[in-house]
């Protein structure tokens, strides 16, 4: 068994030189309460820590991970909504202004929806019933990129069921309202793991686009309109540089 320790020895480090260093920010978390800039749904994957990829603050991003970073649409959002209801409460309780879905490559959760095997135990229905959440993206990859190796599927999978959560997350009456507002906007990104890149969906290129870290300041508040169908033209340009 591995060792826990690795982590208490971590957050000792933590106190010493983040805690102790920082006692503006923590005073103010504790008092004021949090007012995170986003809301960042991501995966799981022990690889896509959205706090360490963003270097973001205590207090900056509130996140929800589920396997995949997937939103289920709004009719399924019924029983044990542990994705949505943090949704619901970044949106609705803190006033989050930007909504963040990140995938990333070699995603686990969406090669496993891609092999489609039939699920033989409780677990593997458990995973197999949540992964149908993007079922049309794998539809529409072996739809759009029939006989393409598995590796360009499944990297098409993974950006194409961001775009399908983006889609969900426009479902839900109160987000639909706040976008069409102008008062929040929804983002698309792609960690690209291999080449250490982050990429953007472009609605209006119709891709996901390497990060132009030299754009700061000219971000595009609105994503709408959202145009998946454009996804996978010039699909074998889609690596970053
Ligand atoms: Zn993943």
Request: net charge negative; hydrophobic share 35%; with cysteine.
């Amino acid at each position: 068994m591995s060792d826990v320790n690795i982590f208490l020895k971590g957050f000792r480090r933590f106190q010493h030189h983040y805690f102790d260093r920082n006692p503006e920010l923590f005073d103010r978390l504790f008092t004021e309460g949090q007012r995170p800039r986003a809301l960042m749904v991501a995966c799981c994957d022990s690889r896509c820590d959205p706090g360490v990829l963003t270097d973001s603050e205590p207090g900056d991003l509130f996140v929800v991970r589920n396997v995949a970073n997937l939103v289920p649409p709004y009719i399924q959002a019924t029983d044990y909504a542990g994705t949505t209801s943090a949704i619901a409460f970044a949106i609705c309780n803190l006033g989050v202004e930007h909504v963040i879905v990140m995938g990333h490559s070699r995603c686990g959760g969406i090669r496993a929806l891609l092999e489609n095997r039939q699920p033989e135990c409780d677990e593997e229905r458990l995973i197999a019933k949540w992964l149908g959440i993007a079922e049309d993206a794998r539809q529409r990859v072996l739809k759009e990129l029939p006989g393409k190796p598995h590796a360009t599927q499944a990297r098409a999978c993974e950006q194409a069921s961001i775009l399908e959560s983006l889609e969900n997350l426009m479902s839900y009456p109160w987000i639909s309202r706040r976008v069409n507002e102008g008062a929040l906007a929804l983002h698309g990104w792609y960690f690209d793991m291999e080449n250490g890149a982050l990429m953007q969906y472009d609605s209006d290129a119709g891709e996901f686009r390497v990060t132009d870290l030299h754009l700061e300041g000219c971000e595009k508040h609105s994503e709408e309109p959202l145009r998946p169908q454009r996804l996978f033209k010039n699909w074998e340009s889609n690596t970053p540089l």
